[in-house]
Structure formats: C-alpha cells, structure tokens
C-alpha cells in the first residue's frame, strides 16, 4: 500500500500547477521511470478539449471519486483558474489523466478512453472514465496510439475539470449547472465549499505540434519505425494475402520496408507483401527517403482491410507538394 500511495503521490505532484497553465506546447514527451508514467506536455489552455464522460455508473462513480479527492488534494486554496476562450476566471481543477487505446470499443475499435491514473489502483478499464471524441480522433488518434503502443509506461497528459459553485438556495440534487452537463455530480472541498462538475478537457498539443513531439519521442525508442499516423491501401502481391493468413491471424502487424533503387516493399518476416511503388499516385515517396536515411531497411505498421493491404507513414504528403509549402 505504501508503495501505492507514494506512486500516486509522484504522479499527482506532477498534475499541472498554477504556473504551468501559462505554457502551450513547449518541451518534449518524457517518461518518468520513478513515476512510471510518459507524459505528454501541456498545450495551450484556450485549445482544450472536452471528452464525452461516460454516464454508466461505475464509469460516473470513478469520475465523481477521482475529482473529489483531487479537490481535496488541491487543499484549501480555491481552485486554479485557466482562461480557455471564454472568461478568464473560469474555476476549474488541474489534473492529470491516462490516455488508453480501446481496440476492444465495439463502435469504434480506434477509440481512446480517458482514465484516472494508474495510481488510482485497477485495471485501466475500471478507471474508465470518457471517451475521446471522434472527431478529436481524427487528428490526434495516431499519434496518441503510437505513443501508447511505444511507450513502457502509461501514457498521461494534462487536464482540467470545469467547476461551478453550488448555489445553495436553488440547490436541486438531480440538476446541474446546464442542461449539457446532465447528471452533474457534486463535489466538496475541506472548506465545505460545494462544486458542480462541469466538463473534463484536454490540455493538448495541436495535432502537428503533438504528431512531432511523438516522432521525436519514438525516434529515442525504435529509431527503425515508420510511424502510423496516415494509412494508404496498396495491393497486395499474388498470393502474398493468404500466405500471410497462414503465418498470423493479428490484423494489424509489423512490416518490413526495404528501399532498393527506386523500389520500394513491404514484407511481413521474409514474405514479401506488396510493392509500395505500384499505387497510381506516389504516396511513399517521403517514406522512401526515410527508408534511405535508416540504411535501406525500417520497419513499419499495417493492416488487413477489407481486402487490401493498408500501409501506415508518417507523412503521405508527395515530396513536390512538400517542397511547395503545400
């Protein structure tokens, strides 16, 4: 139990402080062997993102305990204020959260569940929490799924819980502060001072800023790796898709890229797959260049989808349109 206190307490020393909420993107994603946890550094608050809290009730009773005791934690000053866009004394409570890929999400195998941290004890399914939304997704999704695929730790970032003083004289248990928020829960500080909670955001980098902080990190990790932030389809070779089935059934696996003249293959092991520089449009070209500068030879993701082979980099864009800023 000791040594689950003093892991939570390390992780909670980092939760972002008053001083931290003036930062934006700035520094590099570090793990922290001691606290076990990779963090992802603060983006600017006037950006953050909500979440969409999961209203079962284990998940709200998880969300509901997690913000009490870091209410009570925040001890008897009033809560950090972060100006987000709206109004700059807008109380809300600092916090850090785990960010965890849900392949097993039924409505969207590419979901993101936002959890309170492993110091909190359990599996990471029981501090469930919320959802990434999908359209956050979009744009941060590979990355955060690299990140969380590559790092030794859990992967946390920076967040805050919108409050909003309870009014005593209009108090109604079943009511929050706005209709959006429904089944609101209350919370107490050690003054006794009671809070609705509102929204649970973000603190997170635009998704360039954070696609490049993830490839610097993953550049320390597995120097080889292609990273998967943008699929392309490419056809497979003959034969290749049902030699592939009898040597493993994962729909999502390792390739082998090999750059040879201007040739460019993937293979999984020894079989080769596909010949990347046959699609009709030179969506590898930046990725032949990466191969190149690695020694010929990196390694990347892939997928089985709906009968194609769909290939993972970490820039699609054709090096013509890159030179041109476009």
Known sequence: M????????????????????????AGSIESDPEARITMIPAGDPTFA??????????????????????????????????????????EVLPVVVQLVPRPDNTYNPDAISIAAPPGYGGTDHERHMAYMYDRHLVSLGGALRSLAALSPFPVGCHAFIELYEVEHDGFEPESGPNDE??????????????YWTGRLRLLMPRWDRLQALTVDYARGVRSDLILPFIGHWTPWLPGSRAALASLTQEKSFDVTLRAEGDALTASYEDLPLSDLNSTSRDYFDRTVLQVRE?????????????????????????????????
């Not at 402080?17 to 993107?25: D, L, P």
């Not at 969409?52 to 870091?70: I, V």
């Not at 997928?303 to 349109?321: A, I």
């Open 2 to 25: 000791a040594a689950v206190k003093r892991q939570r307490d390390l992780q909670e020393h980092r939760t972002m402080s008053r001083g931290q909420r003036a930062e934006t993107a």
């Open 181 to 194: 928020d429904g089944d609101a829960l209350v919370i107490t500080d050690e003054r006794q001072v009671a």
């Open 49 to 90: 993102i909500g979440v969409g809290l999961w209203r079962e009730t284990r998940p709200l009773e998880t969300f509901r305990s997690f913000a009490q005791d870091q209410l009570s934690r925040h001890g008897s000053g009033a809560p950090a204020r972060i100006g987000r866009g709206r109004k700059d004394d807008d």
């Open 294 to 326: 690695m020694g010929g030879r990196a390694t990347a993701r892939a997928e089985e989808h709906q009968g194609s082979l769909k290939v993972f980099v970490e820039d699609s864009r054709p090096l013509s349109e890159r030179s041109t800023g476009r």
